[in-house]
């Protein structure tokens, strides 16, 4: 089986495949140049298999490629490839669900601790060089509060949102979950309660979002979802930024109606010049790198590292998202080196 990788790739998955799976590496993950889709087309030519991450694989380049078996995307939903089309055309769509989980996680756990003791402006503060002998300021102005004891509330309990919770308590935090998909079992089973949102947000110290981009979650917290909020209370997007009504968010900061936010991700990125978050000093501003540790790029390869390794024997893949691909039928082996 032949495989073309333009997403990054640990060089453990590579040791994995290595006899057993022909790669070519191009693109994205060799280069931090994504293949134009004549490249991308030339490059797919003679390969079973396509692993991207950034690259976009969609009907077009699947009607001009029609050797490919299968298709693999290193991400967490593969919202780079057009799955209907591959579903239609049989093609099975590998993918690496969780694969940032932990990652995104930490950064939440993190961007709660700036908030909540202040890291950011204190920094600022001594690059300035205000910080002065004998400067007894500071230690009250940047006096925060500690996560102990407070109560974080997740919405959307996905993998991402179980690993906040499970950092959470172990700051011994109570930790309140509104999601409309998991059972009340689940929840408590890991320590934690479920809620309404309206509840959710009234009652948290700290508010982090953890669901997919739909119609369901389109503007899930805006003014109104906002003015529940405590003036305390902080406000954590690691997720999509269409979540959240980015100017009835800039007015409840402005307007001290909660304490601050910190986001990872905005309706448009990179943020453009002259948004309503700019300016205000209670916002942690970041470049979605929610998922940019090393350990995601180890955590993807090894998992479709294996599924292509299932691919080329003929079994079905771990993590197949299109599972409506097999019905019932068992996978045709890709042809071997």
Known sequence: ???????????????????????????????????????????????DVVVSEMEQIDGEVLARCPGLR?????????????????????IPVIFTPG??????????IALAICLSRKVLEAARYVTAGQWVEDDMLSYVRFR???????????????????????????????VLVFDPYVS??????????????????????FVTLHCPANPHTQGLIGERELSYMKKSAYLINTSRGSV???RALARALSGGLIAGAALDV??????????AFEGLE??????????????????????????LLALARGARPKNLYNQEVYSGKEARPCPSL
């Open 1 to 47: 089986m032949q495989a073309l990788i333009t997403a990054p790739f640990h060089p453990k998955g590579l040791a994995m495949l290595e006899g057993k799976v022909g790669v070519r590496l191009a693109g994205w993950g060799l280069t931090g140049k994504s293949l134009e889709r004549e490249e991308l087309i030339r490059a797919i030519d003679g390969v």
């Open 99 to 108: 694969r940032n989980a932990q990652s995104v996680a930490e950064l939440t």
């Open 244 to 246: 959240v009504d980015e």
């Open 184 to 205: 009340v079992s689940d929840v408590s089973s890991a320590e934690c309660r479920v809620v309404d949102l309206p509840t959710l947000l009234s009652l948290s110290d």
């Open 70 to 90: 299968a298709v693999g995307s290193t991400r967490g939903t593969p919202t780079n490839v057009d799955v209907p089309a591959c579903t239609e055309a049989g």
């Open 282 to 307: 209670n916002v942690v501003l970041l470049p979605h790198i929610g998922g940019a540790t090393h350990d995601v790029v180890y955590h993807h390869s090894i998992a479709m590292a294996e599924d």
């Open 266 to 275: 905005f309706s448009e990125e990179p943020l453009p010049a002259g948004h």
């Open 144 to 174: 925060g509060q500690e996560l102990c004891g407070r109560t974080m509330g997740i919405v959307g309990f996905g993998a991402i949102g179980q690993k906040v919770a499970r950092l959470a308590r172990a700051f011994s935090m109570d």
